[in-house]
């Protein structure tokens, strides 16, 4: 261990101020963005599903159900790991919301977990998802088997080649993985299957939504499952850190759900938020306002208004648009976001592997990619603490980085 | 031809026949106009025009595939409008797109250039109610028919308002899914039909699933007419040419007569 002083200490208290991102009321809306743009078919299911949600959240049983679950059958809470190598190499220190050391290795179980016992609660059947990474869908699969549902993914077939440590494990799980072979064969497609085969089986199906997007409630609702991810680290710095809070918050950014939910810890307080995207999918940084999945916000688009295809390493980030509270967030300046290439998170990942241990996920590889580039530009300025949520582990990628090695 | 499309509809439909109104995607191939003209010969009360958009989640894989060959192909909004100009069908047209491409630069802006190049109507089937607002205005003040969709799952009291803020016609939606020729036509279509009917006096049109001549007529039967797509855009898809297109159209359309009487 190096010479920082770690008590581990760490409270999970909710503190003041964690609740600065709020409630975007019966429209949904963050700002301009946000919304409900899906076919008169699909409204009554949102409205169904913003009431059961609100009632749920609502209600200390359910509360109390989900708490458990995540605690006891997801390993929360998660530790807050100082990188003690790579923080004396980059003279910062920085520390590491273990998001990869839940069960299934990804936050997605956040969400999945409070989804799948919003579905039961309402007496569905059946998990629709979507999945890049397959990590949303080996989340969906395990929740529906935890909970006796039925699960249905579907899988750009892009995805489904370099993501099949994953689409094995769901099979392993009893879901059905349908491949989705039309467009760019990737997320973004995967979306679309998604939501035509829910209009379809909206009776006895739910669609889990993975990441803070589609119609209201989803952007409001996913983030607040992940908020739990914010407020651990909220408490876990408020226990540690000299300050109480770091001086950068930072997470990588696909639909955006783990930076969303981290940011809810964070936004009443000092810190500043970054959120880091894939060069290839960077609808904060090169997208224009648009509506794609039920919901409107950037997305990458050409000048004719054709959404473009995202590309990235890393097949969670491959996603042409960004959660409307992220929109907002960037317009308002509360939150900035940044990009990294594919290159420099693959070294990203390797030097965090063999500084410290841990091989993250090619997604959160990104968030670490963009901190060990800003500290060694002193954009992050030597002696600052950067918490970075670490939203997954790399398992699943070490095939697809072996050709890298 | 002069009117809006809703006073062009129910003035047909005052002379006892259904109505029929095909779709084709604009741009699926360089001669597209010409299956224009063909469906308004065979007897077309009003024709959709599809805008092609990448990600079109309300459409199946037939209509998918029509987008993506005319996005492939270059086709654009700018271009289509351009072709239109220049078309004389005799028969409304009507724009059907999602909502990405009509908030390009402002619904005011885009309500305006499809008026401007003459079309009557819009169907944006990813604006409801609740999002329609602005586009409603918008479409009002440039002389465009804004169509809003009722589906099954619709309880009565926003079919209530469907059918009183949609203009042209209501698009009444035969079942919960996608657009295709696939899958049943819910019982609850006919229920919808009648609703609607109910509720207003503005012509009533099924869309999804109207797969066939006799399909068209029994679905006819409980409301004003048929919107039909996938069926064509499928043998568009199988080589058909706009003559071709031209004599289903025209089976429809005695399908649907000869229910009538
Ligand atoms: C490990 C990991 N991190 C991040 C993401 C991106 O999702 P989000 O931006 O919603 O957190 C994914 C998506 O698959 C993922 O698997």
Redesign the interface.
């Known amino acids: 261990m190096g010479e920082m002083s770690w008590s581990g200490r760490q409270g999970v208290a909710v503190p003041p101020g964690a609740r600065a991102m709020g409630d975007p009321g019966a429209?949904g809306r963050f700002g301009g963005y946000g919304?409900?743009?899906?076919?008169?078919?699909?409204?009554?299911?949102c409205h169904e599903i913003e009431a059961a949600f609100r009632a749920a959240w609502g209600d200390p049983e359910f509360r109390g159900r989900l708490d458990t679950l995540l605690r006891v059958y997801a390993g929360r809470p998660t530790p807050l790991t100082p990188a003690w190598r790579l923080s004396r190499e980059l003279g910062i220190t920085l520390l590491l919301k273990r998001e990869d050391l839940v069960h299934t290795g990804s936050h997605k179980i956040n969400n999945v977990v409070g989804q799948a016992l919003l579905a039961h609660r309402m007496g569905k059947e059946r998990l629709l998802a979507e999945t890049g990474a397959g990590q949303h869908g080996v989340a969906t699969a395990t929740a529906a088997a935890l909970l006796g549902l039925k699960a249905t993914v579907f899988m750009g077939e892009r995805d489904i080649e370099r993501q099949e440590l994953n689409v094995l494990r769901m099979n392993v799980l009893g879901a059905e993985v349908v491949p989705v072979t039309?467009?760019s064969r990737t997320l973004?497609?995967a979306c679309?299957e998604a939501?035509?085969h829910w209009?379809?089986s909206?009776?006895d199906s739910y669609y889990c939504v993975g990441s803070v997007m589609g119609p209201h409630p989803y952007p409001w609702m996913v983030r607040e499952f992940q908020r739990v991810i914010g407020e651990e680290a909220r408490a876990q710095c408020a226990a540690e850190l000299p300050v109480g809070v770091p001086d950068y918050v930072v997470a990588c950014v696909g639909g955006g759900s783990n930076a969303a939910g981290t940011f809810a810890g964070f936004a009443g307080t000092t810190a500043r938020l970054v959120g880091v995207e894939a060069e290839g999918g960077a609808a904060a940084t090169f997208g224009r306002?648009?509506?794609?999945?039920?919901f409107?916000s950037l997305?990458l688009?050409d000048e004719?208004?054709?959404?473009r295809e995202a590309h990235s390493v890393a097949a969670g980030l491959d996603y042409p648009g960004i959660g409307p509270e992220h929109a907002h967030l960037r317009d308002g300046g509360r939150a900035r976001y940044e990009t990294v290439n594919d290159d420099e998170v693959v070294k990203a990942l390797l030097r965090l592997a063999r500084t410290e241990g841990i091989v993250a996920a090619l997604e959160s590889s990104h968030a670490v990619a963009w901190v060990i580039r800003a500290a060694g530009s002193g954009e992050i300025a030597p002696g600052s603490t950067v918490m970075l949520t670490l939203s997954g582990r790399g398992d699943k990628d070490i095939a697809s980085i072996k050709e890298l090695l | 031809m002069t009117g809006s499309v809703e006073e062009f509809l129910t003035a047909r439909r005052g002379t006892g026949r259904p109505l029929l109104v095909p779709y084709v995607t604009a741009g699926v191939t360089p001669d597209w106009t010409n299956i224009v003209r063909a469906y308004a010969d065979a007897g077309a009360d009003a024709v959709e025009l599809g805008f092609p958009f990448s990600d079109p989640m309300l459409d199946g894989v037939t209509i998918q595939e029509a987008a993506g060959r005319a996005i492939a192909a270059g086709t654009t909004v700018r271009g289509i409008l351009d072709e239109v100009a220049t078309l004389d069908a005799g028969v409304p047209l009507i724009a059907m797109t999602y909502s990405n491409l009509v908030v390009q630069r402002s619904v005011a802006e885009f309500c305006a250039a499809l008026a401007a190049s003459g079309l009557r109507g819009l169907i944006v089937p990813d604006s409801p109610l609740e999002e329609a607002g602005e586009l409603a205005d918008a479409a009002a003040d440039a002389g465009l028919d804004l169509v809003l969709l009722a589906a099954p799952s619709s309880s009565r009291a926003r079919l209530r308002e469907i059918a009183e803020r949609s203009r042209g016609f209501v698009y009444a939606l035969t079942r919960m899914g996608t657009t295709g020729e696939r899958g049943e036509i819910s019982e609850g279509a006919a229920r919808l039909g009648r609703e609607l009917k109910e509720l207003t006096d503005r012509p009533v049109l099924f869309g999804f699933g109207v797969s066939s001549p006799a399909r068209a007529a029994e679905l006819a039967g409980h409301a004003d007419g048929v919107v039909v797509a996938s069926a064509l855009m499928r043998r568009l898809l199988d080589g058909a040419r706009p003559r071709e297109l031209g004599a289903y159209v025209a089976s429809l359309r005695r399908a649907l007569d000869q229910g009538a009487r």
């Open positions: 429209t919304g409900r743009y899906v076919p008169e078919s699909l409204i009554p299911a039309t467009g973004k497609d679309n939501m035509r209009v379809s909206v009776d306002a648009g509506v794609l999945h039920g409107r997305v688009q004719h208004g054709q959404v």
